[in-house]
């Protein structure tokens, strides 16, 4: 039984949305041409969206293109990235409660 809550336990915390605060959000939306909604999309809770099974991959491609690979993997990662334009934004992964930075 304490391996079975182990394991859900384990499996909850890998699905941690990702969460930016506001100014960091308009920031990165402002940078790539989004929408803050579809910013939201590609860094947080994906299903959250229901236009997600439809746009989720085109969106992310070119979040990912205007950031760069390695911009979004260290973002994705919780490290601070600074944007072409001088912004520097982060997210981090949270309990599911938006908080900003």
Same mark, same amino acid.
């Given at each position: !039984?304490?391996?079975? @809550?182990?394991?859900? $336990?384990? +499996?909850?915390?890998? !699905?941690? *949305? +990702? ?5 960091? @959000?308009? /920031?990165? $939306? ?10 939201? !999309?590609?860094?947080?809770?994906? &299903? $959250?969206? +229901?236009?997600? *099974?439809? &746009?989720?991959?085109?969106?992310? $491609? ?6 760069? %690979? %390695?911009?979004? %993997? ?16 982060? @997210?981090? +992964?949270? /309990? ?6």
């Amino acid at each position: !039984m304490k391996v079975k @809550i182990a394991v859900l $336990a384990l +499996a909850m915390a890998a !699905m941690l *949305p +990702a969460y930016a605060g506001s100014k960091d @959000i308009k /920031d990165l $939306a402002a940078y790539t041409g989004m929408s803050v909604r579809k910013v939201q !999309m590609v860094v947080g809770t994906r &299903t $959250a969206f +229901a236009e997600y *099974p439809y &746009t989720y991959q085109r969106y992310k $491609a070119r979040f990912v293109k205007t950031l760069g %690979e %390695e911009n979004y %993997e260290r973002l994705m990662s919780g490290q601070p990235v600074r944007l072409g334009n001088g912004v520097v934004v982060q @997210i981090r +992964a949270t /309990d599911g409660v938006a908080r900003t930075n």
